[in-house]
């Protein structure tokens, strides 16, 4: 059964003043034109100041909890009394240096001052969230203003669309299968199709897929686990329930095969899926991957059991050794807590990669594994790492690649999406130290889109690689 919804394009305001001329008052011009996708680059000017004068650019925006996430560049005008945020550099506000996309990424919810214990106070206040939180995907309405010395000086208002208004919006609910369809208006064309699999903090994907299909891409955000009504613990979980949705995606497109993405958790549920189903995968995408297969935990926080079953049984499993449910809780309430010395500690068991390896090479698709050097949370450029080492030595055949992010963390998103928590927050009752810095963060998650997009738009031509 399917409940449709289709998304409506909210009235568009004027997206800029006018652009400043010499001896005007200042004025910002921003392009491209506003109501474009939040992953295109942005390009903000600020015209008419005094020349070498410093100013501060803000920008601002309002989630639909109502909390105001704001940002700033503190910028020195050139001597035409120009700021150009392109080639600026910020040396104050809330983010340091030239970043073309700093206003966005770098929104707060408080000055830079009070961040840590906005954080840190996470667990007496459960409203708060480590990026601005919107019911669906839509428009957002940013002010960006400069001012100096408190005065304001020139003001805009831009929009920004996390989807495009044409694009089709389904509930799923087939079966045991739960989720949720993006489907560009008119369809796909050539494009394949893709199932997007979340993590181990459940749910479906609500930024990757609206972009995606926005794009041209006919996209299922699948449940997993912790979502509607399916288990709401990640472990015994069937692998043939994603094959299921192989099956859906086949009937619901048209096309015998589809590529297959996970992030973090679901790179294990991806990378199985590809090596179990490789007829009807036509390329694995895994953002932070784990090479080999990992410890589920249940709904009481034991982490001796398996994530995964294939045929009835569980898939044997590497154990990292976590210490008890309540010595856990405690030392995630201390301090950000650290996963990946405990998951390399499992994973560099003699033997390990022999037992609970996944068996990638039975992939019959190209592979993209995206990762950051920096993870905290599990060693994901370690497994990329390891997962390129195997396809050699099993001499695969099809294009594989590994975009191994310097210093970044385990946390990527779109482009342009808020990132100033993505090095630690508060999850699942614990602090959780995700690594990374936010600037790296976003950087990362800009260069990892076009990794992903170049990718797709490869996978339909891909070859087999030659002996």
């Given amino acids: 059964m399917f409940l449709k919804k289709r998304v409506r394009r909210s009235p568009v305001l004027p997206w800029s003043l006018a652009a400043g001329v010499a001896n005007a008052e200042p004025a910002i011009s921003i392009t491209p034109a506003g109501g474009t996708l939040i992953d295109e680059p942005l390009s903000i000017v600020v015209r008419g100041l005094e020349s070498g004068a410093q100013v501060s650019v803000k920008a601002r925006l309002v989630d639909d909890r109502g909390i105001a996430w704001t940002s700033e560049a503190l910028v020195y005008a050139d001597n035409d009394g120009i700021v150009d945020l392109t080639s600026a550099a910020s040396t104050g506000g809330t983010y340091q240096g030239v970043d073309a996309s700093g206003l966005l990424w770098s929104m707060m919810p408080v000055t830079p001052d009070e961040l840590d214990t906005y954080r840190k106070e996470m667990p007496k206040h459960p409203e708060r969230t480590a990026a601005p939180t919107f019911d669906e995907p839509g428009e957002s309405e940013l002010r960006i203003w400069a001012e100096r010395n408190g005065r304001e000086l020139a003001t805009t208002l831009y929009h920004q669309r996390r989807i495009a208004a044409d694009v089709e919006v389904r509930a799923v609910r087939d079966g045991r299968l739960r989720g949720v369809l993006y489907r560009p208006k008119g369809g796909s064309g050539s494009r394949p199709a893709l199932i997007w699999m979340m993590g181990s903090g459940g749910s479906v994907d609500s930024r990757y897929a609206p972009l ?135 994973w560099n068991n003699p033997g390990a990669d022999e037992r609970y390896g996944i068996p990638v090479e039975r992939i019959a698709a190209p592979i993209l594994l995206i990762s950051g050097s920096g993870d905290d949370l599990w060693p994901s450029a370690i497994g990329g790492d390891r997962i390129v080492a195997r396809l050699k030595a099993k001499n695969f055949r099809y294009p594989y690649r590994h975009y191994r992010a310097p210093g970044a963390g385990h946390l990527f998103t779109p482009p342009n999406f808020v990132s100033t928590m993505s090095d630690w927050t508060f999850l699942r009752a614990i602090f959780v130290s995700t690594g990374g810095t936010p600037a790296l963060n976003a950087a990362a998650s800009r260069q990892a889109w076009s990794e992903l997009l170049r990718f797709l738009g490869q996978v339909d031509g891909a070859k087999r690689k030659s002996r």
């Fill in 212 to 346: 995606l299909a926005s794009r041209g891409y006919t996209v299922l955000a699948l449940g997993y686990f912790g979502y509607a009504d399916l288990p709401a613990a990640s472990h015994n979980l069937p692998i043939e329930y994603v094959g299921e949705a192989l099956d859906w995606m086949a009937r619901e497109t048209g096309r015998s095969r589809t590529v297959v993405v996970g992030m973090s958790r679901g790179t294990e549920a991806a990378l199985l899926t590809g090596s179990f189903y490789p007829d009807k995968v036509a390329g694995v995408v895994a953002y932070a991957p784990s090479h080999v297969v990992n410890n589920g935990i249940d709904d009481k926080g034991n982490v001796a059991v398996p994530n995964w079953t294939w045929q009835g049984k569980p898939l044997p499993f590497a154990q990292a050794s976590f210490p008890d449910a309540a010595t856990w809780l405690k030392m995630g309430a201390e301090k950000p807590y650290m996963g990946t010395p405990i998951y390399l500690s499992a």
